[in-house]
């Protein structure tokens, strides 16, 4: 089946910090997903970008279909930003994500 | 527009006990989805209802099982509990149509003792 992967597991950044989270996936895919999940367990969309890129704030997000990855920009990282990123991909004909193991970011003062 | 709503948030049950959760999409909304997420296996497809219909099944158990109304509204339904089914259990809801945004309610979090 299709692999998902996601870079770096883990990250610590200062406040102000500018940080690149990487996803890459091992098959055509028909959406890609970025989500923040809360510290209350609720996945937050981000991003829809199956291709292209996108900005919303001071996050911004870019998928290279072609060659199968996508990266997730934070830009002035605030304490609040804090949480586990997760890539999600959906493949052509099947209305189900697939999850990468998610990008753990702690933002300290 | 209201979101996705799941009902309960938070369950005890025991070993051997069933339960039943609750999961009311966005208005509008046909397609229901249900993932497991735990520590070890993280997140984790169950199963996919359009228009009443389970359209796509994860690799789970029998045990695991759901329906959808013709409101769009969703439950699922897992029997005889086990230790390894405490997790939380999230809910997406999008149009259906294949390819289309997934939005995620709260989730309920089932803690098997």
């Known amino acids: 089946g299709i692999q998902v992967e996601q870079s770096p597991p883990d990250l610590i950044l200062q406040e102000g910090a500018n940080s690149t989270l990487r996803c890459n996936f091992s098959?055509?895919?028909?959406?890609l997903q970025w989500f923040h999940q809360n510290p209350w367990g609720q996945l937050i969309n981000l991003f829809y970008?199956?291709?292209g890129t996108k900005q919303n704030g001071r996050l911004s997000a870019t998928t290279v279909a072609t060659e199968r990855y996508s990266l997730l920009y934070i830009s002035s990282s605030q304490t609040t930003d804090s949480g586990v990123y997760f890539c999600?991909?959906?493949?052509?004909?099947?209305?189900?994500?697939?999850f990468g193991a998610g990008t753990r970011l702690a933002v300290h003062p | 527009k209201a979101g996705v709503t799941q009902t309960p948030r938070y369950l005890i049950k025991t070993r051997g006990q069933q339960v039943t959760l609750s999961c009311s999409p966005i208005?509008?909304?046909?397609?229901v989805s249900w993932y497991q997420q735990t520590p070890g296996q993280g997140l984790q497809f169950l199963f996919e209802y359009f228009s009443e219909t389970q359209r796509n099944k994860g690799n789970f158990p029998g045990r695991f099982s759901g329906r959808q109304f013709s409101n769009s509204r969703s439950e699922m339904n897992v029997s005889t509990l086990e230790l390894g089914d405490s997790a939380l259990y999230l809910c997406?809801?999008?149009?259906?149509?294949?390819?289309?945004?997934?939005?995620f309610g709260p989730g309920t979090r089932l803690t098997v003792l």
């Open positions: 098959d055509s895919v028909n959406n």
């Open positions: 999600a991909v959906e493949l052509r004909g099947y209305n189900k994500l697939i």
């Open positions: 970008i199956p291709s």
């Open positions: 997406a809801s999008s149009l259906g149509v294949g390819g289309d945004e997934q939005f």
């Open positions: 208005s509008g909304h046909r397609s």
